[in-house]
């Protein structure tokens, strides 16, 4: 989730034998947080519909909420670390996060709950970065840096696996506001530790911010968003959501030219010279869409659609995140031993087959068996995707600009997280909204009481409003269609993201076939070891 560029230590520091273990604690256990906080909320959102009735496209927001700070700010943070002391960010994200789970913890309506995942975001930002460069920073030769960062990402997935358990116990058994609490308490200690144990370092020189670009991509990837989570709730062709996509496209031509005249841009545009990392920035874009996008529709099928247990759903959420920890230590062997193309084509691939068998599960099939297949794969495609796909970017690229290549896929595998909940709301939702109310218009077993009611249900909140309304009442004789059309929505949903993966697949394997004459020269001899490592960051 982070750039694992790895930063000098600072000048002023005095020289360390190795990586001091306090540092070590603070930043692995600051990632773990990061990740918890980032992944737990999807398994609860069932109980977001029931207990906050989120109508249209709110439902989509709160995981946004939290994805869109990381995604715009993460490069920046690494900045400031850089500049002004990576402990005093460590410390300051993990409050910030802290206070932004307080806040999701108190909400009373889904406006708060927004403003409190957007402050654990910014929190989240600061953390993904600054732990890594902490821990880079204190190592001083290659295995030692490697092995280090391995640990690190192995805190990474570990907040991965970590969350839907902590999500669906506490869901269950207490509420969705109790998992916030847990969160706020790991936060506050992460803080603690963090002061108290992690040793500070800095690197200023030549660093600078982006000021410039930092503003145009905010802007840019926020107007983006809007238009395409609020299209299906307020029409397409809406004066807010035409003027947003207008804002997008000019503010990120903004971007692009502020990035070619700034002396320390956030994204170096010349890498995109490179033909062959320009194909694998797409595929990590679009790779990384089709995974959270699958995740998300998985989220909304077992929770708001089935009113499944945050346990159950978390059950999904094992088959999807806990199989990247089991499997790290077979992937970082099959990085060593083959091509990172061919590692990335089998993960998306998989991908896309599980994607296709979850398109084709039944809505009211609520067995959870019927999961571990398609689900199992999207995991495993997962595993292998996330580890290849930094290592074929940097390779294609000079040696002197690999920590630079990976802080740019980094950004660019971020921005496709951020847009899987956004595109995959919005097409289902749309299909499920056009698919309610053309089979309201054709029923002959409703009457015009119920029709009208359910009209205005799905006037005021869409297909999923109907879908979780009393069945006593007017409008909940027509709850069966607004299954229907849902399990239709998000069936397709997972065609989107299986198409997705496909197409990167086939990319990589088209695009990218043989060896590179960049490539060969981004790998001397024994430089691919250590990059394997760094790319399970």
Request: net charge neutral; charged share 10%.
């Amino acid at each position: 989730m982070s750039d694992t560029s790895t930063p000098p230590t600072s000048a002023s520091a005095p020289p360390r034998a190795s990586l001091p273990i306090g540092t070590l604690v603070a930043g692995c256990l600051a990632v773990c947080l990061a990740q918890i906080g980032l992944a737990m909320p999807a398994t609860l959102n069932g109980l977001f519909q029931e207990h906050l009735h989120p109508v249209g496209s709110q439902l989509t927001w709160i995981s946004d909420a939290f994805l869109l700070p990381v995604a715009v700010l993460e490069l920046s943070f690494g900045v400031l670390g850089d500049l002004f002391g990576r402990k005093r960010l460590l410390v300051g994200g993990a409050a910030l996060l802290c206070a932004g789970e307080i806040v999701a913890a108190s909400a009373s309506g889904i406006h708060q709950l927004w403003v409190g995942q957007a402050l654990a975001g910014l929190g989240a930002a600061a953390l993904f970065p600054t732990s890594l460069a902490m821990i880079a920073a204190g190592t001083h030769t290659g295995p030692q840096r490697a092995r280090a960062i391995a640990v690190w990402a192995s805190s990474l997935s570990a907040g991965g696996f970590l969350a839907p358990l902590l999500g669906g116990i506490t869901g269950t058994y207490g509420s969705w506001r109790s998992a916030f609490v847990v969160v706020a308490v790991l936060a506050a200690i992460s803080a603690l530790v963090s002061l108290w144990l992690a040793t500070d370092s800095r690197a200023p020189e030549g660093r600078s911010l982006d000021v410039g670009g930092q503003i145009t991509i905010g802007v840019g990837l926020f107007a983006l968003l809007y238009a395409v989570i609020q299209g299906p709730t307020d029409g397409w062709g809406s004066t807010p959501v035409v003027v947003a996509f207008v804002i997008a496209a000019v503010f990120i031509a903004l971007f692009v030219y502020a990035e070619s005249r700034a002396r320390s841009p956030l994204l170096r545009l010349d890498l995109f010279r490179n033909r062959s990392f320009a194909i694998a920035s797409v595929v990590a874009v679009v790779g990384m869409f089709s995974f959270l996008g699958t995740a998300y529709a998985a989220s909304i099928r077992l929770g708001p659609i089935q009113h499944q247990s945050p346990m159950r759903t978390a059950f999904a959420f094992l088959l999807l995140n806990a199989i990247t920890p089991v499997l790290t230590p077979l992937t970082s062997r099959l990085l060593h031993r083959l091509p990172a193309r061919a590692l990335l084509t089998a993960g998306l691939a998989l991908i896309a087959a599980g994607d296709f068998l979850a398109a084709g599960l039944d809505v009211g099939d609520e067995n959870l068996t019927s999961l571990i297949v398609p689900l199992g794969l999207v995991g495993i495609g997962f595993a292998f995707t996330v580890s290849s796909i930094t290592a074929t970017a940097v390779n294609t690229v000079p040696v002197p600009l690999a920590g630079m290549a990976s802080a740019a896929t980094n950004l660019l595998r971020d921005f496709g997280f951020t847009l899987g909940p956004a595109v995959i709301g919005a097409v289902a939702l749309s299909q499920a909204a056009s698919r309610v109310t053309s089979a309201l218009a054709t029923s002959s077993s409703l009457s015009a009481e119920s029709k009208a009611a359910a009209h205005e249900v799905l006037k005021e909140g869409g297909p999923l409003a109907l879908n979780s309304v009393p069945a006593g009442s007017p409008p909940g004789a027509a709850r069966s269609y607004a299954l229907d059309a849902l399990g239709h929505g998000y069936s397709i949903g997972f065609v989107v993201c299986g198409s997705a993966a496909l197409f990167s697949a086939l990319l990589v394997v088209t695009a990218l076939r043989g060896r590179t004459a960049e490539e060969s020269a981004a790998e001397p001899e024994g430089d691919g070891k250590e990059r394997a490592v760094l790319a399970t960051g």
